[in-house]
């Protein structure tokens, strides 16, 4: 479901407003937000209501406000807190979205603007109090960020875009936390086969990739694919080496190596158990190939 959602919302950051604000006790009253807004407190000591929620935020803290969220904010003393208005996906109709002004709480004439929120996009429940694993790298991130944004550079803002995709990252390393889905966990089983059929794959080496024990990774690999891990490991076998006997003239011994079998031997026994005909009989027979 996440994933068809991303799909729907590409992830490409847009930057439409930013400042390295230096003022004297400031307030900013209430508004809602169609898009993302970063502070950094720099210096100084704020407190923002953000969805009928206080915050005091004091030098070196964060400040996430996601798309959506009700927000008023104060300085309560002279302040430094450089910040950003940004969207993290693509919209393709972005260039008419803005920074809400005061006042701004129905929303619903700008919904087609309403970026997704994280919980949206990543299933993440992040907190508007941002406490990252890497609070020097974001700071920095966020001052560059700052420092390119109004340039007009079509380079500059390709790497504004990724500043700002670092910048997620950051946060998301902090709170992201993958679930486990049997679906999810198992995405990679065809193309780590294919890419090592003719090196010998043993079953803890399958369960140690999935972070599962041996009989776990063997129940839920049934419950997805029908058959055992050893039995699907042998049909790509197999029908790859159905496809080489079809389609090249490889002789018989390459094919078992190149297809992860132990020897001549294993390849025909295995071969004919599970079609019916030995290597040399299908390659004669002229059976076009047809994957199982």
């Known amino acids: 479901m996440l994933n068809d959602f991303l799909k729907q919302h590409p992830i490409v950051p847009f930057v439409r407003q930013s400042d390295f604000a230096v003022r004297k006790p400031w307030s900013s009253p209430e508004r809602r937000l169609l898009d993302y807004l970063l502070v950094y407190i720099q210096e100084g000591t704020c407190s923002f209501h953000i969805d009928n929620k206080k915050y005091t935020f004091t030098a070196g803290q964060f400040c996430l406000v996601q798309p959506g969220s009700l927000l008023s904010l104060e300085g309560l003393t002279n302040t ?72 007009q550079d079509p380079l500059i803002q390709l790497k504004t875009q990724h500043l700002v995709t670092e910048i997620m990252l950051t946060l998301l390393e902090t709170y992201y936390q993958e679930p486990y889905t049997a679906s999810h966990s198992f995405d990679w089983i065809t193309s780590y086969f294919s890419h090592h059929l003719s090196d010998p794959i043993s079953l803890e080496d399958m369960a140690a990739r999935a972070n599962l024990s041996i009989s776990r990774f063997s129940i839920v690999f049934k419950q997805r694919y029908g058959i055992s891990p050893h039995q699907y490991l042998m049909n790509m076998r197999v029908n790859h080496a159905k496809e080489l006997l079809t389609h090249t003239d490889l002789s018989q011994e390459s094919i078992a190596s190149y297809c992860g079998f132990a020897d001549l031997h294993h390849f025909s026994k295995t071969f004919k158990k599970r079609t019916g005909l030995t290597p040399g009989e299908l390659k004669k027979s002229k059976i076009p190939f047809i994957r199982a």
């Open 80 to 151: 430094v807190t450089p910040y950003i208005h940004f969207d993290l996906s693509f919209n393709s109709e972005r260039e008419h979205s803005f920074p809400t002004r005061p006042g701004q709480i129905d929303l619903s004439a700008y919904k087609h603007l309403m970026q997704p929120t994280i919980k949206e996009l990543y299933g993440v429940d992040m907190p508007v109090q941002v406490e990252p694993s890497k609070p020097l790298k974001l700071k920095e991130t966020l001052l560059q960020v700052i420092e390119q944004a109004e340039k």
